[in-house]
């Protein structure tokens, strides 16, 4: 049986869980204790970061992407990548606007209302350090740990002046996907797309499970909440994508936030790689935070870190569209959606992953 380790707080490891639900995939799930990190995750994959996942045959397999892309040649049963070249491309870009983009609304609300929330997640990381000691214990614990955790709230550019904008611009991205999920189970019809696992980590982990924005959710946006507790029910998913590649209406708006908000950031993030790595030439290992750059969320401007593992995530949908024979109907989505020309144009740098770090393609 598969062994996930993570955490039922942990945003990436909820993409992980719901994927092997939904796929109806047996796993035993392990709590990511300091003694698991000391005793296995450190050693088996070099890094601190979960989930992580060990295999029958004892692999172990780390980064949700990473993860899903490597089950999903095991389990090709109801793929999460629908066959048609406009759905297949905008679910890997909800994917991208979910792991890379919603960690800033994920953030925000867990750590900018502690009277609601404090007590919550201050006993859930103790739990981890010290999972059989005192609850009071346990906060004091957690408090120590979640800091390292709250400090970095200002690199993704949440200030005191921006935060009624995140808050307004979230608020609509509830509003847009509670009228989709209104007439759609999932993104793109009767199953979850890659997209659906992109959105359902900061959307379960965060923005449901914390007590501050889970009240939000329940309050403006139920029929959310209901595609959220479909995606972490423990029932497979076996409907079918919508037929014709249709891409619902409903969804427009959606993708045309991402298009405002993050594509910029991602494009910008490209050319800073490419001026950091004429700085490092003998870099292949890629930095994680490069500088500080601007961006813009309903017409207030901040600053935030520079952040280039988006771009690994980015090509991902960048090569999908590079490998179609046929892109008239895709390239008219993109005009739709506010994408103009920029998937069509590339990217300056090709990143992989080796030994589940960022590095530059050779």
Same mark, same amino acid.
């Given at each position: 049986?598969?062994?996930?380790?993570?955490?039922?707080?942990?945003?990436?490891?909820?993409?992980?869980?719901?994927?092997?639900?939904?796929?109806?995939?047996?796993?035993?799930?392990? +709590?990511?204790?300091?003694?698991?990190?000391?005793?296995?995750?450190?050693?088996?994959?070099?890094?601190?970061?979960?989930?992580?996942?060990?295999?029958?045959?004892?692999?172990?397999?780390?980064?949700? +992407?990473?993860?899903?892309?490597?089950?999903?040649?095991?389990?090709?049963?109801?793929?999460?990548y629908p066959e048609t070249p406009k759905q297949k491309l905008a679910s890997m870009l909800l994917e991208v606007y979910g792991d890379e983009w919603l960690v800033i609304p994920a953030m925000h609300y867990r750590w900018n209302f502690p009277a609601q929330n404090e007590k919550f997640i201050y006993t859930a990381f103790?739990?981890?350090?010290?999972?059989?000691?005192?609850?009071?214990?346990?906060?004091?614990?957690?408090?120590?740990?979640?800091?390292?955790?709250?400090?970095?709230?200002?690199?993704?550019?949440?200030?005191?002046?921006?935060?009624?904008?995140?808050?307004?611009?979230?608020?609509?991205?509830?509003?847009?996907?509670?009228?989709?999920?209104?007439?759609?189970?999932?993104?793109?019809? =009767?199953?979850?797309?890659?997209?659906?696992?992109?959105?359902?980590?900061?959307?379960?982990?965060?923005?449901?499970?914390?007590?501050?924005? =889970?009240?939000?959710?329940?309050?403006?946006?139920?029929?959310?909440?209901?595609?959220?507790?479909?995606?972490?029910?423990?029932?497979?998913?076996?409907?079918?994508?919508?037929?014709?590649?249709?891409?619902?209406?409903?969804?427009?708006?959606?993708?045309?936030?991402?298009?405002?908000?993050?594509?910029?950031?991602?494009?910008?993030?490209?050319?800073?790689?490419?001026?950091w790595r004429t700085e490092n030439v003998d870099a292949r290992e890629v930095a994680r935070f490069i500088g500080m750059h601007k961006f813009t969320v309903e017409k207030v401007e901040a600053e935030r870190a520079v952040l280039p593992f988006s771009l690994w995530m980015f090509r991902r949908p960048v090569d999908f569209?590079?490998?179609?024979?046929?892109?008239?109907?895709?390239?008219?989505?993109?005009?739709?959606?506010?994408?103009?020309?920029?998937?069509?144009?590339?990217?300056?740098?090709?990143?992989?992953?080796?030994?589940?770090?960022?590095?530059?393609?050779?």
């Amino acid at each position: 049986m598969i062994k996930l380790y993570g955490s039922q707080f942990s945003l990436f490891t909820g993409k992980v869980r719901s994927y092997l639900n939904k796929k109806g995939i047996e796993f035993e799930e392990v +709590t990511s204790t300091l003694k698991v990190y000391k005793n296995f995750i450190i050693p088996r994959t070099g890094v601190r970061y979960v989930p992580v996942i060990q295999t029958e045959n004892d692999t172990v397999i780390q980064d949700s +992407t990473v993860i899903i892309d490597s089950l999903e040649a095991d389990y090709p049963e109801r793929s999460v990548y629908p066959e048609t070249p406009k759905q297949k491309l905008a679910s890997m870009l909800l994917e991208v606007y979910g792991d890379e983009w919603l960690v800033i609304p994920a953030m925000h609300y867990r750590w900018n209302f502690p009277a609601q929330n404090e007590k919550f997640i201050y006993t859930a990381f103790g739990s981890m350090v010290l999972p059989t000691a005192p609850k009071f214990i346990q906060r004091l614990v957690g408090k120590k740990v979640g800091s390292k955790f709250k400090g970095f709230v200002p690199r993704l550019g949440i200030t005191a002046e921006n935060i009624p904008a995140l808050e307004a611009s979230y608020e609509q991205l509830l509003s847009d996907l509670n009228t989709h999920f209104k007439q759609h189970d999932y993104l793109f019809g =009767g199953r979850p797309s890659i997209g659906d696992f992109g959105l359902i980590g900061p959307m379960y982990a965060h923005l449901y499970r914390d007590p501050a924005p =889970g009240e939000l959710m329940q309050r403006i946006a139920p029929e959310v909440c209901k595609w959220v507790e479909r995606m972490i029910s423990t029932e497979v998913a076996n409907g079918e994508f919508l037929a014709n590649d249709e891409v619902p209406a409903t969804l427009i708006p959606v993708l045309q936030r991402m298009a405002n908000e993050q594509l910029p950031v991602l494009l910008d993030t490209d050319a800073r790689l490419t001026v950091w790595r004429t700085e490092n030439v003998d870099a292949r290992e890629v930095a994680r935070f490069i500088g500080m750059h601007k961006f813009t969320v309903e017409k207030v401007e901040a600053e935030r870190a520079v952040l280039p593992f988006s771009l690994w995530m980015f090509r991902r949908p960048v090569d999908f569209y590079q490998s179609l024979n046929d892109t008239s109907g895709v390239d008219e989505m993109l005009l739709e959606i506010g994408f103009g020309t920029s998937i069509q144009s590339g990217l300056q740098n090709q990143l992989s992953r080796a030994n589940n770090v960022i590095v530059f393609d050779q």
